[in-house]
């Protein structure tokens, strides 16, 4: 759970493609990229993406940035 509006919180997103790979993902609408661009998930077979995301305000916004992708 996120903590009280005026603190601070993040997690840690860990997405993991397959083996086949071609999988998506759609981020729900309380998630802001830069620029108002959420990250494109990586499509090749067991290709593994980090993403952290952060809320100020009880996660009604979270803010995305990329750690790394295609990680394989």
Known sequence: NPPASGKAGSLTLILLQD???????????AVKGPGGVT??????????????????????TWYVFTGGQNFS
């Open 19 to 29: 083996a086949t790979g071609g999988r998506t993902f759609t981020w729900p609408a």
């Open 39 to 60: 990250p494109t998930l990586s499509s090749a077979a067991n290709a593994i993406d980090v993403y952290t995301l952060l809320t100020t305000d009880g996660g009604t």
